[in-house]
């Protein structure tokens, strides 16, 4: 009779696993940010590309335009809007693309839970701050 209740049971799991929504997918709340991107950009034609990052998903991208283009540096300012799972980490991209082939130079890697009081930079990018609004 054991052996009968278990497999009935086992029988019940199973189909409550196939047919009940994801309880993990259930609990993920999602939320929107907006984040305001200023600083400065040393690119060519001034223009700038961006993308916003959860994990490998990638939930916003745009381009922008700095106010100058190489070789002067010119300032930008960025307004993005993100749809997020909470409690994810994402990431902001800022990169130019190639001329030559099209290919992302000059890439910037902005981790976005670490942006209090921090201002990034590399050789195409200075002054890059990063804040809530």
Known sequence: ???ITSFVLAMVLSAALVFVPNLV???QTKVQQTYQVTGQA???EAT???RVKEGKKELVKGYGTASMGAPEWGDFKET?????TKGSKLTLELFEESMEDGSEINKLIIPLDQIKG???QNNAFRN???SLK
């Open 48 to 50: 700038y590309q961006f």
């Open 25 to 27: 997918e259930a609990k």
């Open 128 to 130: 890059v701050k990063v």
């Open 80 to 84: 993005i809007k993100v749809t997020r």
């Open 42 to 44: 040393r690119i060519w």
């Open 118 to 120: 921090k201002v990034y």
């Open 1 to 3: 009779m054991k052996r």
